[in-house]
């Protein structure tokens, strides 16, 4: 399985960013699909995630702001990232689970300047 990560860029506070993750390499869905971003010196966290049951989650600091969709014909998954903040700075990447297993794109990096 590979996940593919795109559409990080450097962009201005209060500005929006839209990344998309492509998987390939698997016919069968996942349990699980979305988001996590790790600043410098810091713990990589949850941005959000949606279940093969339609449900999402998202970390705290982003609910409001940011909005995850998938598009299953083409087994990808978007992240609409609006009213963006520095503390947004981050390497984001995509992840999926099939239970027992775990995936990772290698990573898109977003910049927001003050």
């Known amino acids: 399985v590979q996940l593919q990560a795109s559409g990080g860029g450097l962009v201005q506070a209060g500005g929006s960013l839209r990344l998309s993750c492509a998987a390939s390499?698997?016919?069968?869905?996942?349990?699980?699909i979305g988001w996590y971003r790790q600043a410098p010196g810091k713990q990589r966290e949850l941005v959000g995630t949606f279940t093969n049951i339609d449900t999402t989650n998202y970390g705290d600091s982003v609910k409001g702001r940011f909005t995850i969709s998938r598009d299953n014909a083409k087994n990808s998954v978007f992240l609409q990232m609006n009213s963006l903040k520095p503390e947004d700075t981050a390497v984001y990447y995509c992840n999926a689970k099939r239970f027992p297993y775990e995936y990772w794109g290698q990573g898109t990096l977003v910049t927001v300047s003050s």
């Open positions: 390499g698997s016919r069968f869905s996942f349990n699980v």
